[in-house]
């Protein structure tokens, strides 16, 4: 079982940034494909970031491209999505996701088998 916790939320203004991190415990392992989901009220959870047990590939939502990175710190057991230039628009309770092993389908939440409470991001205008 893996359990996984994030923290980092917040309010902020337009323009401004925050990072997320999420915490992985339990099962830990480094092979695992996380994700980082968003769900503003009313609306689906849609994908924001991916990022694959290595780090070394990254994927994002045209949406957050250019503003938006994740990495991966695979000796704290842990993953961030530094977030720049921050919209209203990204306001949303932003969760962390996580699954053993790659896939192609990476921005599809089925996809993931463990998930996190989620952090409130908040951004004034």
């Known amino acids: 079982q893996v359990q996984l916790v994030e923290s980092g939320g917040g309010l902020v203004q337009r323009g401004g940034s925050l990072r997320l991190s999420c915490a992985v415990s339990?099962?830990?392992?480094?092979?695992?494909?996380m994700g980082w989901f968003r769900q503003a009220p009313g609306k689906e959870r849609e994908f924001v970031a991916a990022?694959?047990?290595?780090?070394?590939?990254?994927y994002y939502a045209d949406s957050v491209k250019g503003r938006f990175t994740a990495s991966k710190d695979n000796a704290k057991n842990a993953m961030y999505l530094q977030m720049n230039s921050l919209k209203p628009e990204d306001t949303a309770v932003f969760y962390c996701?996580?699954?053993?092993?790659?896939?192609?389908?990476?921005?599809?939440?089925?996809?993931?088998?463990?998930w996190g409470q989620g952090t409130q991001v908040t951004v004034s205008s």
């Open positions: 339990g099962h830990t392992s480094s092979a695992y494909f």
């Open positions: 990022i694959n047990w290595s780090g070394s590939n990254t």
């Open positions: 996701a996580a699954r053993y092993g790659s896939t192609a389908y990476y921005y599809d939440r089925a996809q993931y088998n463990y």
